[in-house]
């Protein structure tokens, strides 16, 4: 194998660390019969997990995570839906409130912070990859990505309801 330059070396470094769309995200096919109800995003379909949860965007499933040493806990319902099923991608849901109704469902959508890509995995390619048509086929579940935004900047733009009374509130 010839050597590479430096340059060269470190554009293949970035290459590999860039998330990128697999076969499964650019070819996925939904199975879906409507909106998921509040109640199946509550919490993991096969155990009570309310947090690390992760939604097949085939057919809606919701299940946990791994384990992840010193994180969060998981049961790996997730992965146990995929072996059972096929279906190979699903996203993280972030914040689940299911009090909030439709559109409210899902406070954040992917991980810590809001700029954040969202965390979207592959078990068939066994790693992250990127969705291009993630909002329509959140859309196909009843999620709409647009709200979710839409939401976010509304609680910015939200004016202090005694700002007058209290200007430095
Ligand atoms: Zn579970
Ligand atoms: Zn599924
Ligand atoms: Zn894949």
Partial sequence: M???SSARQSEVKAWEEEITPCEHT???EQLVSGPIPASG???CNACDLKENLWL???CGSLGCGRQQFGGLGGNGHGLSHYEASGHA???KLGTITPEGGAGMMI???GVDSADHDPDIY???CNDAKED???ARHLASFGINVQTLTKTEKSMTELVCPVMNVHPPC
């Fill in 132 to 134: 291009p048509d993630l």
């Fill in 89 to 91: 991608v699903s996203v």
């Fill in 107 to 109: 406070a954040l959508i």
């Fill in 122 to 124: 592959c078990y068939q």
């Fill in 41 to 43: 995003l509550a919490h």
């Fill in 56 to 58: 097949c965007l085939t």
């Fill in 26 to 28: 650019l070819t996925l």
């Fill in 2 to 4: 010839h050597s590479l």
